[in-house]
């Protein structure tokens, strides 16, 4: 099966700061790449997706690209805001068959201050 | 378009307690349901998921159990609770197909705390 390792939290920045967010996935073969975002009490939401090598996701100005060679998709924004405090979840998709299952990471914790 | 919807949305629930947490999907049909638990300061784990009705895996052994009575209800369950079950219990579709894009969404969630 997949494992995936995300960058450890929390991280705190100022508002307007470079958001990096590691991850990096194992599979056997060849995976879709996500990040879903979960805000304070609620659930989770898809932030971006990429489906094959050197695809690039992006939204809400986010952006990551599904990188083959380091089995990377590291989530990035150039400048980050109050309100992209929540927690990041890097997930790549075992597409077993009929069946999808997401194995997620830990989660990385990030706070914007103002 | 397709929405989520799980209910109660939060639970005090004493030891010993049966559970009955419910999830609905409109807007699909026949979609691969999920539950997932998220615990305090942990990521999310995958608890069951089912392909069609009746059809439920389980992916970790515990006192839960899950069934799916029809096509768009998926229901988590326990007969006694333990201290231990407390947490942020997520539902969640995806479409069927062997496209390995297919995106999963989740419900809102349902916070149990067993007291």
């Known amino acids: 099966g997949n494992s995936v390792t995300q960058m450890e939290g929390p991280v705190t920045l100022s508002e307007e700061a470079f958001l990096t967010i590691n991850c990096t996935y194992t599979?056997?073969?060849?995976?879709?790449l996500f990040w879903y975002v979960q805000y304070p009490g609620e659930g989770l939401q898809l932030l971006l997706k990429?489906?094959?090598?050197?695809d690039k996701g992006s939204n809400k100005g986010f952006e990551a690209t599904y990188r083959k060679e380091t089995t990377s998709f590291h989530l990035e924004k150039g400048s980050v805001q109050v309100s992209d405090s929540a927690v990041y979840f890097c997930?790549?998709?075992?597409?077993?068959?009929?069946?999808?299952?997401?194995?997620f990471g830990k989660g990385t914790l990030l706070t914007v201050n103002p | 378009s397709q929405t989520i919807h799980q209910w109660p949305a939060t639970l005090v629930q004493p030891v010993g307690s049966p559970l009955s947490l419910e999830c609905t999907v409109e807007?699909?049909?026949?979609?691969?349901l999920y539950w997932y638990r998220q615990a305090a300061g942990r990521g999310l784990q995958l608890l069951f998921y089912?392909?069609?009705?009746?059809?439920i895996s389980s992916e970790v052994p515990q006192n839960l159990s899950a069934s799916r009575p029809q096509d768009r209800q998926f229901i988590l369950s326990s007969k006694k609770l333990l201290l231990s079950d407390s947490g942020f219990y997520l539902c969640?579709?995806?479409?069927?197909?062997?496209?390995?894009?297919?995106?999963?969404?989740f419900g809102e969630g349902s916070w149990l705390t067993v007291v």
């Open positions: 089912s392909v069609g009705i009746g059809q």
């Open positions: 807007g699909t049909s026949n979609p691969n």
């Open positions: 969640a579709w995806s479409r069927t197909g062997a496209t390995s894009g297919n995106t999963i969404y």
């Open positions: 990429a489906t094959k090598a050197d």
């Open positions: 997930a790549p998709v075992d597409s077993g068959g009929s069946n999808y299952k997401l194995t």
């Open positions: 599979a056997t073969g060849y995976p879709s």
